[in-house]
């Protein structure tokens, strides 16, 4: 059965008893649809969380390949790397090929990796997946966040935008489980099934009415919105008002750097690129990605894959609550009490490791390990994971949006690969404790960034941002 047609029976199954013409969209459409999008960054966070389950075994004598710590370290840090190319590319492109088809073509380099994984025989081509793999990874952020944005009514877009972190964590805590139950070929193909599974659900879902407006598709940008707000939904106001914000858009359009250097784009950017940043340098992939070393380290009586599971298990508990809390709370209130609470957690895991490398007896904070890693993982979940993409996709100006959608992804995933690349080093110079301490300190610095910086966009239109980011 065609995706329009299961939606439509759906909305004509709840609408029986509504007056036509209703103020309020259906949601379930909506809901069906970023749930078909998701499907791409769950993808996505299998190659986030199988770097974790998998390098106690590459790194030993039963793997194919026995990797070195460089190797290892290398395994990890090119999914970043191929990432910052697709969120290079992904803009662009969409801007051609549409939104839909080029989120679509982000499947194919993420099932490819789990294929050049799988057959993998040795460390040259284990690298080329995992390359090829952030390129998937990468333009998937870049562009996902903004189709939700798109189609979804203002009312609800912060709900709905939390649902691309939501995705990426349950992606992770998927690799997580079957990671612990499964070899390392299965995991390979229990994560390969996934982007499969995407092309399947997201091929039937509609292209985003903002792009085919501004290319003078009226009649499939009506029936775009009639898919995703229901038949008895007036798509002519929102119709209307799309269109009069891209006249207005063209009215004053004016040359790509005078767009990128007047006041309105300066702060939207350092507002977005300053919070990827800040979301980075908190630590989190550090925590992601060698959550299982960290708790053979500490000396954990839990067995580091199963303490990795609850980890995953929390960040994934924790970031659904978000998507409600976003549209309640607001993000800057959010995104402080995200950064003072992971500081706290980076800065009670330095002061055990302290402990622990002093030789003092530290069995009875041994709990403080996974206290601090679940504590620090739930408020990131509430505050600086979901939030930062969410104003990503909410205050660009629209002639620069593409660019600085992509532009915040780059900046994001070179941190990823910063961070991640230099924690080894600044475990070997300064050492454990000093490490998280230095991390927690930049997360308490990132507080005073949204403090001063950050502007609030809660149940605000992309208009009246703008109007606040110009100052007026």
Do not use: H
């Not at 790397?81 to 088809?101: D, E, S, T």
């Not at 009514?153 to 079957?178: C, D, H, N, W």
């Not at 995953?312 to 549209?327: E, H, K």
């Not at 300190?441 to 966009?457: H, K, P, Y």
Request: with cysteine.
């Amino acid at each position: 059965m065609q995706y329009q047609s299961i939606v439509e029976e759906k909305i004509s199954q709840s609408m029986l008893d509504e007056a036509p013409g209703t103020q309020e969209g259906q949601k379930l459409p909506q809901y069906l649809v970023t749930l078909s999008v998701g499907i791409v960054v769950i993808s996505g966070g299998t190659t986030i969380g199988w770097t974790s389950l998998v390098m106690a075994y590459l790194t030993s004598p039963d793997s194919p390949f026995t990797l070195t710590k460089d190797q290892a370290s290398w395994t990890g840090s090119l999914l970043p790397i191929g990432a910052f190319f697709g969120a290079i590319l992904a803009g662009p492109i969409a801007n051609i090929i549409g939104q839909k088809l080029a989120i679509l073509s982000t499947g194919l380099p993420l099932a490819l990796s789990w294929l050049l994984i799988f057959t993998a025989r040795s460390v040259t081509w284990l690298f080329i997946a995992r390359f090829v793999a952030g390129i998937g990874l990468g333009a998937a952020c870049a562009l996902v966040p903004t189709y939700i944005s798109e189609i979804a009514e203002k009312s609800v877009r912060g709900v709905f935008g939390t649902a691309f972190q939501l995705s990426l964590v349950f992606g992770i805590v998927y690799a997580y489980v079957t990671g612990a139950v499964l070899c390392y070929n299965n995991l390979s193909i229990a994560c390969g099934i996934l982007p499969l599974l995407f092309f399947l659900a997201f091929s039937q879902a509609p292209e985003s009415p903002m792009y085919l407006l501004r290319r003078n598709k009226k009649i499939q940008a009506e029936k775009s919105l009639r898919t995703l707000r229901g038949n008895k939904y007036n798509v002519s106001k929102e119709l209307s008002d799309i269109e009069k914000e891209i006249v207005n858009q063209e009215k004053t359009k004016v040359s790509f750097f005078q767009a990128v250097f007047n006041r309105t784009s300066v702060r939207a950017l350092t507002i977005c690129l300053g919070l990827m940043v800040f979301q980075q340098i908190s630590g989190i992939n550090i925590v992601t990605f060698y959550s299982a070393s960290i708790f053979k380290d500490a000396g954990s009586s839990l067995k580091p894959e199963y303490a990795t599971i609850i980890v995953g298990v929390a960040q994934l508990v924790a970031t659904i609550p978000s998507s409600l809390l976003v549209d309640k709370a607001g993000r800057k209130m959010l995104l402080q009490l995200s950064s003072l609470v992971m500081a706290i957690s980076l800065w009670a895991l330095g002061f055990y490791f302290l402990m622990k490398d002093r030789g003092n007896d530290v069995s009875s904070y041994s709990w403080i390990p996974l206290m601090s890693v679940v504590v620090y993982i739930i408020f990131f979940s509430v505050g600086f994971g979901p939030i930062p993409w969410i104003m990503t996709a909410e205050i660009f100006p629209q002639e620069i949006k593409a660019v600085g959608c992509g532009l915040a992804v780059v900046v994001n995933w070179t941190m990823v690969f910063a961070v991640t690349k230099l924690f080894q080093p600044l475990l070997f110079y300064i050492g454990t404790a000093y490490t998280f301490w230095l991390f927690g300190s930049a997360t308490f610095v990132g507080l005073a960034f949204v403090f001063f910086l950050v502007i609030e966009t809660k149940g605000k239109s992309l208009g009246q941002i703008q109007t606040e980011l110009c100052g007026k």
